[in-house]
């Protein structure tokens, strides 16, 4: 097979030597340092599948005369151009560019030879005597020719512009046009696993079709190891569009084509399941075995009683459990290995394993949300200095330190038990911030054990050369904090995002089915939501809505369980009855898709079932405004005064029995006040209220308790002005951030006996339920601070025109601002020194009389 480029389409001369002389990796090109298949560290690797330029070039550090090394870039650049000559940011731009079209022509290559053995198969198919049948044909090589003519014509679209450039030409159509037709690359995805197992069967059990393999492909590129290469461009085109982004004017026609392709890439990457991601390396075991890197990530390890930041790398035969090693300023960083475990060695806790777990230490909850808001006041410092003239080498102080905080909100933030052993014994804990993550890694790790594992021990010298073949390896590169993002990467969308969840499919047998919903928050994710348990069938209709809200949130995830009743099956590592996850699904939260008024509808594909879902987002300064109900003859909206007046009551009706009926079946839900209640069941108890339907207490009886929560929560919200009053608003502010004790309690006090007699007596009834739901933390896992964070904001976030004038709310993105941090100290405050009983203070201040 000749090349594209001894057929007309010629090659830059410069991508020649590039290409002789780098490897690409997942962070661009690098040195290629190795010779007959070793890396630089010494250990033996498989080359890479895809061996060409397509980033921005990062040649081996050249040095100059004075010794200093030399921006490989600007090697580039003078060898080239003169610089002065042509803009730099156009030269850059085309450097990437030749470089992505240089690895196009590769790749098409590649595919053309992919599909090479494909005609005479299909022709001895229909004979007496085929190699193989049609339709193992076309599931080995499905899609493969309709994926080879979209990257032929983008190749020939894409050549002239390079060869013509100048600062007119345009290229960001094309790149639009090649993200739009991934739906074909979905297909392949969908149809790659059995591509993979058919090919390995057919040739392992057919020895025709094994010799045509060896004859038609290169010795280093098995049919299987090309079958990645579709995944494998996806990937890499997406790190491309990064690049150009980086070199394109924003107000260059190029710029939105270019944005809406990274987005659509972007969200066809998510949507991809994590167990066929591209596998670019492996390292070679003594016996000759390919030893293939499945999995890596960074896990927190309860070691020795406190809690470590390892990286995570799951082998094909073991998993390795290591840290990076402190090394000095230019040295080649380096991991160390603190323990492996053969995967035919390792276990998981088992149900019936009498043995008593470790208890683990979970920090107080203000103290996490404590580190969030210095976190968030170093981000507001950091784009200050950012803008001011000389503001660079701070800020370079300012993210470091930003750094250190958000690794100790990441080490000390999960609580979820990951415990593994191995046959000999000895057990290992990790604490993982999410059911997802978990889900994952014990899948990954048992689909591997259905294979014919042998058990394996490492010599220290191999143990050194796999541990350092880790670096060029590992697949996830940074610890995931904000600090570690380039400016230009989105940072997460703050405010509310509304979810419906609709209905489900694909299930085999009827089961008591439920969905949670988990958004990533600081670099790691929580549980947000949860619908309700649809009981004994194969397709659930839940239609539940969600208001769930986003700190800096870049994704969901939707998990999909059975239901489990059986209380012998009782999880010894939480205590807790074990759900089985059905499946599981993750889509990016992109701004331009979920900030339209309207609603935005998707199916999230998870093991064969299908997800139907809805989601819109609202803004933080649009979603905290308060807005007076027109009506004032119902609860919402309606300042306090009148309802009371009405009702001839100190406490709203609504307020007393929301209360009542948590205290009564709510105080040990786990969550509860946190956990979002179905949005449909609270429009509908808040139509009830409003109404003052007869049937309210039948409505409570028979509601879910999250929806009486979050019920509550909205009356509070929705309130035309806080129920701290937007007078004495500015005081609270003052007194909570008074520093001596005595005058701090003698302010506060003041200030409570200040409040209107009815937002007093609501207020002391409220405190008073808080914290009998506090003394039920153990069990509901709701402290006086986690309920301060929920109720804090609520009870004294200002009215919009109050706000608007004395500016307490500031940009949507901070959401951790000075003021929320004073309003949730105000409550928690009030919660933690009561500086007399509230019964007390009651009958001291006012009457507090009932219903008439």
């Not at 059990?205 to 010799?211: C, E, L, M, T, V």
């Not at 009683?305 to 073991?318: A, C, G, I, M, N």
């Not at 309130?719 to 008074?738: C, H, K, N, V």
């Not at 004294?796 to 901070?814: C, F, M, N, V, Y």
Request: with cysteine.
């Amino acid at each position: 097979m000749e090349p594209l480029s001894a057929r007309g389409l010629p090659r830059l001369s410069w991508i020649d030597t590039l290409y002789s002389n780098f490897n690409y990796n997942t962070d661009g090109y690098e040195g290629d340092g190795a010779e007959d298949g070793k890396s630089q560290d010494g250990s033996e690797t498989l080359p890479y599948i895809d061996e060409s330029p397509t980033m921005s070039p990062q040649l081996c550090a050249p040095q100059g005369p004075d010794g200093e090394t030399v921006s490989p870039t600007k090697v580039l650049l003078v060898c080239l151009y003169d610089v002065g000559e042509i803009e730099k940011g156009l030269e850059m731009k085309k450097l990437v560019l030749s470089g992505f079209l240089a690895s196009e022509e590769i790749y098409i290559n590649q595919l053309e030879a992919l599909l090479l053995p494909m005609r005479p198969l299909k022709a001895t198919a229909t004979t007496s005597q085929p190699v193989l049948t049609i339709q193992q044909i076309e599931t080995i090589f499905y899609k493969i020719q309709d994926i080879f003519e979209i990257h032929k014509e983008f190749y020939d679209a894409l050549l002239p512009n390079i060869q013509q450039w100048d600062e007119k030409v345009t290229v960001g159509h094309l790149f639009q046009k090649l993200a739009s037709q991934l739906g074909v690359y979905k297909a392949f995805v969908d149809n790659y696993k059995v591509a993979l197992e058919t090919a390995e069967k057919c040739s392992q059990a057919n020895s025709q079709f094994q010799k045509i393999s060896e004859v038609r492909f290169p010795v280093f590129l098995s049919p299987t190891a090309l079958l990645y290469k579709p995944i494998d461009r996806v990937t890499r085109s997406t790190l491309v569009l990064h690049d150009l982004l980086k070199h394109t004017p924003k107000d260059h026609p190029d710029f939105p084509l270019l944005q809406d392709a990274l987005r659509i890439s972007q969200n066809f990457l998510s949507s991809i399941n994590e167990e066929i991601d591209p596998r670019r390396t492996a390292v070679t075991t003594p016996k000759g075995e390919a030893r293939q890197l499945v999995k890596d990530g960074f896990l927190v390890e309860v070691s020795e009683s406190s809690r470590k930041l390892r990286h995570v790398f799951l082998f094909t035969d073991l998993l390795l459990c290591a840290k990076m090693k402190k090394t000095a300023v230019g040295r080649h960083q380096q991991y160390e290995c603190k323990w492996y475990i053969p995967l035919a060695d390792l276990t998981f806790q088992t149900l019936d394993d009498s043995d008593s777990c470790p208890s683990i230490q979970v920090l107080p909850e203000h103290e996490l949300e404590e580190m969030k808001i210095k976190i968030s006041v170093l981000k507001s410092e950091i784009q200050k200095e950012k803008k001011a003239p000389k503001g660079q080498s701070r800020v370079e102080r300012l993210r470091k330190k930003m750094n250190e905080q958000e690794s100790w909100l990441l080490t000390h933030s999960p609580t979820i038990p990951f415990r593994i052993h191995n046959k000999h014994g000895k057990s290992y804990l990790f604490l993982l911030s999410s059911d997802y993550e978990r889900s994952e890694w014990r899948e990954s790790i048992q689909k591997l054990q259905k294979k014919d594992l042998q058990a394996c021990v490492l010599s220290s010298v191999e143990l050194q050369v796999l541990t350092s073949s880790c670096f060029k390896l590992r697949t996830v590169h940074n610890i995931p904090v904000t600090s570690n993002k380039d400016d230009e990467e989105t940072p997460g969308l703050y405010g509310f995002l509304h979810v419906i969840v609709h209905s489900a499919k694909g299930f085999k047998e009827s089961a008591n089915l439920y969905c949670t919903l988990e958004v990533d928050s600081y670099g790691y994710f929580v549980s947000k939501a949860k619908t309700r348990v649809f009981r004994d069938t194969t397709e659930p209709q839940w239609n539940e809505e969600f208001e769930i809200e986003l700190e800096g949130s870049q994704h969901l995830r939707i998990l999909c369980y059975e239901k489990c009743y059986d209380k012998s099956m009782l999880n010894k590592d939480d205590n807790e009855i074990v759900d089985k996850i059905m499946g599981k699904g993750q889509v990016q939260l992109d701004p331009q898709t979920v900030q339209s008024k309207n609603w935005h509808m998707d199916v999230i594909e998870m093991n064969g079932i299908k997800v139907e879902f809805s989601m819109k987002f609202t803004s933080r300064d649009l979603s905290l405004k308060r807005t007076p109900s027109k009506k004032q003859s119902g609860v919402f909206g309606v300042k306090i005064n009148v309802v009371t007046k009405r009702e001839r009551s100190k406490v709203p009706y609504i307020v007393r029995q929301c209360i009542e009926e948590v205290e009564k079946r709510g105080i040990d839900e786990v969550g509860i006040y946190r956990i979002s209640g179905v949005a449909t069941d609270i429009q509908a108890l808040k139509a009830a209220f409003d109404t003052n339907t007869k049937d309210i207490l039948v409505m409570l009886s028979d509601m879910d308790i999250n929806a009486i929560a979050g019920t509550l929560k909205l009356y509070f919200r929705e309130l035309p002005e806080p129920l701290l009053t937007d007078r004495l608003y500015p005081a609270f502010m003052e007194g909570i951030a008074l520093s001596d004790p005595a005058a701090k309690e003698n302010c506060m006090m003041h200030l409570l006996r200040s409040l209107p007699d009815p937002n007093l007596m609501t207020f002391l009834t409220l405190l008073e339920h808080l914290k009998r739901v506090a003394e039920k933390e153990p069990i509901n896992k709701m402290s006086l601070h986690n309920l301060a964070t929920v109720f804090g904001p609520t009870l004294l976030r200002p009215s919009e025109s109050e706000s608007t004038k004395g500016q307490h709310i500031t940009s949507a993105s901070d959401i951790w601002s000075h003021d929320v941090m004073a309003q949730v100290q105000v409550l928690l405050y009030y919660l933690q020194h009561p500086p007399i009983s509230f019964a007390e203070l009651k009958r001291n201040t006012l009457y507090f009389s009932t219903d008439v």
